[in-house]
């Protein structure tokens, strides 16, 4: 039986450009990656999943990919590569590469040849050329289509510069089943699928009404297809034996839904080992709704073989502290209770590490780290504040470089003067080397309840008041985090608590106990 280390275990999301510098030019890299292993070993993380570092003109963050099979030069080179997997190893810390299969970048070889041969050509049929735009909008907002000096126009559900591949091509997905079989030749543990409920759109292309659908099935996303194209990436997966390392290949698919019952079919056995739980986070901080959400998911995982990782935060959503402090950002000029957030965000990750199966945390997550609304317009770099003339302000805010010590900036992430992403001034306190020092930091709770979390085990709902998340997760082990206004008393032996206990568990505070 293999390990499928993967069911229960703690994943940390790297974005390799802000992680850490080790070559000195202001942008993140393996280098640096390699120099901070020690970091992620001391927090206890199993795996490290690397958002893109594959040649790309970066025009969106790398998930614009140039060639799905090296890695660019400003993060290192495939050596560099191999050499973090096999320190890695050595740590006991697997490797996920993340592996973009919806489109790629406009700089793609493929797409400038289709560009180069014309209409009708079988390099044009990689893509989708039409000669008539329909009437599909860019998730990043503005058309999903882009005209070619001969007037054909390509389809780009994301920027202009990433064209989706044509999946119904059979060259595609021959194409990426070698991607994958690279990377996991190489001894990646892992695979994460971005935009997964993509890949396929309906053959007809057809308009959609205003407003678009927003649920499943739409013409271009959750077709029916990828569950037979995910049977045949579980096949590869599980062909590879534990021999490069041991325990068994899994993927982890970015599957998003707006109502958790729409990620149903691929909830059966056969398919995508685990599809993200995306569910907790865009759950508002009520404890009814939360109950709601951990109910439906344990429920549609409980039913299948497939895990659902929870997840608080990643490079796409606002950060836990701004979000709890002040709801979804909705403008720059957002009030943000920050201490609210905070306190908020450190009982959420101890009910994000005592819930059943695997989590995900993402780099800054275990910091608490705030989202960084005042970047100024001339340092924006994601596609979607562009496209939407700076309407949505964009994902840039939480992917601002790791302040790793030191009282200024770049707080020791680069040799350089300045950062990719301009860092924030009052990060001081919020350094990795501040919080190692500091028993009550967010990064001292991270590392404490991702050793003491309880791994295995059942779950049960107990019953402590409206207002109040409590459970059971067998061997005496009790999660409660306090939403009420009232203090509650503390029953049985304190594991951890995510903040003081003041004659009790006061107001958006949790508290692991054993009885
Ligand atoms: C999801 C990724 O997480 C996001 O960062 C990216 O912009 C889109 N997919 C498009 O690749």
């Not at 699928?193 to 292309?205: C, E, I, R, Y």
């Not at 999660?479 to 503390?490: F, G, K, M, Q």
């Amino acid at each position: 039986m293999l390990s499928q280390w993967w069911r229960d275990a703690v994943v940390y999301q790297v974005y390799p450009r802000s992680f850490a510098d080790g070559s000195g030019d202001g942008t993140g890299d393996f280098a640096g990656a390699l120099a901070r292993l020690p970091y992620l070993a001391d927090l206890g993380v199993e795996a490290v999943w690397f958002s893109p570092f594959y040649p790309s003109p970066l025009a969106d963050g790398g998930y614009d990919v140039a060639d799905y099979c090296d890695v660019d030069p400003r993060f290192g080179t495939l050596a560099d590569f191999d050499a973090f997997v096999a320190a890695a190893a050595g740590h006991g810390i697997r490797v996920i590469v993340d592996i973009v299969p919806n489109h790629c970048s406009s700089a793609h070889p493929a797409f400038q040849a289709a560009l180069e041969a014309g209409p009708g050509s079988p390099e044009r049929d990689l893509f989708i050329f039409r000669d008539q735009p329909n009437n599909w909008q860019s998730i990043f907002g503005g058309p999903a289509w882009t005209q070619v000096a001969d007037g054909q126009w390509y389809l780009h559900l994301f920027d202009s510069s990433q064209p989706d591949w044509n999946w119904r091509n059979p060259a595609v997905p021959a194409m990426f089943e070698k991607v994958i079989r690279f990377w996991l030749d190489r001894g990646v543990a892992g695979l994460r699928v971005d935009v997964a409920h993509g890949l396929f759109k309906d053959p007809d292309l057809p308009d959609v009404p205003d407003p678009a659908p927003s649920d499943r099935p739409s013409p271009w996303f959750h077709r029916p297809e990828l569950i037979g194209h995910y049977a045949s990436w579980r096949a590869i997966l599980d062909s590879y034996s534990p021999d490069v390392f041991p325990g068994e290949r899994t993927a982890v698919g970015e599957f998003w839904g707006t109502e958790i019952t729409h990620l149903e079919p691929y909830f059966r056995p056969g398919g995508m080992p685990q599809a993200f739980n995306f569910f907790l986070f865009q759950t508002a901080w009520d404890a009814a709704a939360l109950r709601h959400t951990i109910t439906t998911s344990i429920g549609l995982a409980a039913e299948s073989d497939v895990v659902a990782p929870w997840v608080i935060s990643n490079h796409d959503v606002v950060r836990p502290v701004t979000r709890y402090g002040g709801g979804p950002l909705a403008a720059r000029d957002l009030d943000v209770d920050v201490a609210l957030g905070t306190r908020r965000a450190r009982a959420a990750a101890l009910l994000l590490l005592a819930l059943p199966g695997s989590a995900y945390v993402y780099q800054g997550e275990e910091l608490g780290l705030p989202e960084v609304i005042d970047i100024p317009d001339a340092f924006r770099d994601d596609p979607v504040f562009h496209r939407t003339g700076g309407a949505r302000l964009g994902r840039d805010g939480c992917r601002v470089p790791i302040p790793w010590s030191g009282a200024s900036k770049p707080y020791g992430f680069t040799e350089a003067e300045s950062t990719w992403l301009p860092q924030p001034t009052t990060w001081g306190p919020l350094t990795v080397e501040a919080q190692q020092a500091d028993p009550g930091s967010t990064l001292n709770l991270y590392k404490r309840a991702i050793a003491a979390r309880p791994r295995g085990g059942g779950f049960a709902w107990l019953d402590r008041g409206d207002d109040v998340i409590a459970f059971t997760r067998g061997d005496g082990f009790t999660c409660v985090v306090n939403l009420s206004a009232e203090t509650l008393p503390v029953e049985g032996e304190v594991i951890l608590a995510s903040g003081p206990l003041e004659g009790g568990l006061p107001q958006d505070t949790a508290v692991w106990l054993r009885s």
